[in-house]
């Protein structure tokens, strides 16, 4: 309800309205004047007021005035200096600023390419040269250059699983063969990824540097994501051990249970009867709803091949044991809306943060005039060859070095300045590989710096600033009326309101402006 009411104005915290020769005062209401920006802003929002008929426009002002009333009456209670008032205007300020410095829709496609991407999961196998925990491009080319060996092994004709196996059982390769049953997006490196996922089946990448190492990828298999199911599970568990002399016992136990609900038992009175797993035994071995890539794959390959509502499937055994599976639904590949803020979440947590300010980005830097002195930077990049940016090293060369590194059209940012944020904020990159981490700490640093040009462009964005009056305002009527009208009974409500507002038209002078009210036509746009 409280939001429904917040409908209004003059902030001042951090900025305050100058009123023009070409914004007159149309009201005054206790002495506070109110200029004809803000009735504009307020009474355009309102579909139904048509500011050029005389009966709509009287009535809106009549109805503006009671609201200013209301306001001022809330502004005498000294309601604005509650901690309340002050809290929720200030995380309210804090969401609408966050709204101005980022680009909503370029968000949306982002998030939405990698909702699209999830539609399929990847079967691959690939082979990875580990990289020193930090390295620099002398040590990058020593291991790719073992990784590129192998790669033109591969395209003259070897075996992939053979030379990938062959490299994990030697303890000096530095590389190591692995087999992938499912690639979701958002779990791999990004490079990895977006290579992974422009690739056709059976097709062999060259090296991708990840920040761990280089990676020859094998795609081998596309999967259409099935959705997700429901099942119910009796697990007969097996040893830590895996003892080859119990499992005779366990499948013969398995097999009686099955049986029982064959023969046409409920599964949830043997699920009670047998299974070992404690955490669902008692509601009928019922699991949350899954994916592929939650289970072990024996498990989801034998819910996943359960076609009709209710079937069960004999035995399974995965490394835990026996398991029979009923299965209680089926639902399809989850909606962009069920799956957008849990994406949306996972990308501001990683380097795909990249990805989502990245339309931003762009929109600033022609705003501001942005220009980028490449040669500037490769002496920066040069001095990554010896030095990781974060090291003391990079640092006491960086700081010597003057050139314009860009320029927006107000200021110029020198090579010096950037070192110097480096050193302050190296902590804000994970990239391992100095090149890399250079480029993301210039990447943060050009957005701080278009950022509080944004910051600073808001003192002047008329929009930002009748956002917040109308918001200030919106919480002074909510909780005035929320004492005098709102919380009593609803049948006293319509009485109470007549009589507050007899009350605050006695109580309060107002002047009404007419003479501008009654030319708006010169003022609409």
Known sequence: MKKIFIVLVSFNFCFAYAQKVEDPTVMTVANIEVPLSEFLFLAQKDSEVDLLNKKSLENYVELFKNFKLKVAEAMSLRIQESLMFRDELSNYQAQLMASYLSDRE??????????????????????????????LPTDTLEVYTKAYNVYKRLMNGEDFTTIGQALEADENSGAHYADNDYLFPLQAPKVFEDVAYTMSEGE???PVRTPVGFHIIRLNQRIADPGRVLVAHILIKASDDNDPDEEPVLLKIANEAYERIRK???????????SDDEHTREIGGVLPLFGLGTMVMPFEQAAFSLEQIGDVSAPVRTRFGYHILKLLDKREYPSYEEMEQSIYVTMKQGEWKHELSKTFDERQKAKFGYTFNQEAYNELLKLCEDYFPADTGFYNLAITMTKSLMRTKETNHLQDEFAEYVRLKASLSSKTYSGDMLNEMFLFFVREIMTELE????????????????????ILLFEVSSTRVWDKPVEEQAKLEKEWLEELNKK?????????????KNYLK
Not at 264 to 274: C, L, N, Q, S, V
């Open 455 to 474: 910051k600073r462009d808001l003192e002047n964005n008329q929009e930002f600033i009748q956002l917040i009056n109308e918001y200030h305002d919106g």
């Open 508 to 520: 309060y002078k107002v002047d009404i402006n007419w003479k501008v009210l009654n030319n708006l």
């Open 264 to 274: 046409g038992e409920e599964f949830e009175k043997i699920a009670k009867e047998y």
């Open 106 to 135: 370029g968000e949306v496609q982002e998030i939405r390419k990698v909702y699209e991407r999830g539609k399929e999961l990847l079967k691959l196998s690939h082979i990875i040269f580990l990289l020193p925990e930090i390295s």
């Open 204 to 206: 062999i990448s060259a």
